[in-house]
């Protein structure tokens, strides 16, 4: 296995399936794991910070970045940009590090074509319904936003087969439990 495939943990799963609570806890859990902090061109919602969750570059930034091969891979999700930066995972990694991206489904694909061996994980909400009961309750994008989430869930939800496990949040608890045994059993 790869150095850095054997470092890797993708997390995938429709917006609203509750992956980026579910990684908040395991990183709180275990200081071995370290989020991997992507570039985006979309802005930054409610209090969300440069250089925290994301780095929030424009589109015109984003492209120049990619043609110069700074991304493990990138992808367009919805009307904007999303892309894993090589060197914040490589810092991550020299550090001693086991990385968590949290990705969509396409971008996951190409971290697999790229590492096979990365670990990956599908967060599945319990249902549609409850998934788009969770996006509206967060109050961060409108309905037309909702409807293209709704929309790219249901093919993202398709790609479920394709990762080593899935987990389904219908409680927080059990599923960041199942998700950080995963993790346990295959990367330590
Ligand atoms: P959001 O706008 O809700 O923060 O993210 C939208 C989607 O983009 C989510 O599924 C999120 O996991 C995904 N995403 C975040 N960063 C990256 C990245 O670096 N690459 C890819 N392919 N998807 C990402």
């Known amino acids: 296995m790869s150095d850095i495939a054997s470092k890797l943990v993708i997390v995938s799963g429709p917006s609203g399936a509750g992956k980026d609570t579910i990684v908040n806890e395991l990183l709180k859990r275990d200081s071995s794991l370290s989020l991997s902090v992507s570039a985006t061109s979309r802005a930054p919602r409610g209090n ?11 589109a015109k930034e984003f492209l120049e970045k990619s043609e110069q091969g700074d991304f493990i891979e990138f992808a367009r999700y919805g009307s904007n940009y999303y892309g894993t930066l090589k060197e914040d995972v490589q810092k991550r990694i020299d550090s001693g590090k086991i990385v968590i991206l949290v990705i969509e489904v396409k971008g996951a694909e190409g971290v697999k074509k790229l590492y096979p061996e990365a670990l990956s994980v599908f967060i599945m909400p319990p249902s549609e319904e409850i998934l788009e009961n969770r996006l509206r309750a967060r109050q961060t994008e ?18 479920s087969a394709d990762y ?15 998700v950080y045994n995963i993790i346990c059993d295959n990367r330590k």
Request: proline content about 0%; glycine content about 2%.
């Open 48 to 58: 969300e910070q440069n250089g925290v969750e994301y780095y929030f570059i424009s």
């Open 142 to 159: 409108d309905e037309e936003t909702i409807a293209k989430r709704m929309c790219i869930a249901k093919t993202e939800i398709e790609k």
């Open 164 to 178: 080593d496990f899935t987990v389904v949040n219908d409680d927080l608890q059990s599923a960041v439990d199942k």
